[in-house]
């Protein structure tokens, strides 16, 4: 399920660092002070792998949600395969 932007503002900061899905494997980090990365996970060769996109939200939800997928396509070839 897509996160909303007012979701996404709501997260408050916790004593450890958590996530909310966004789906096909990007999900939001809020960390305990408080700063949120946009994040991907996938596989590559078998290995389970993340790549860090950025902050929200200095850099928009919708840049996220086509940028995933497109990642996703073009290293396809690769190997590259997607992790929830």
Known sequence: ???KDLEVRAL???DRA???G???GLYIEVHPNGSKLWRLKYSYLGKDKRIAFGRYPVDGMRVFSAAAPAFLE???PGGFGRRG
Do not use: E, I, T, V
């Open 18 to 20: 958590y996530k909310r």
């Open 22 to 24: 966004d789906g096909c």
């Open 74 to 76: 073009r290293a396809a």
């Open 12 to 14: 408050k900061a916790r």
């Open 1 to 3: 399920m897509a996160l």
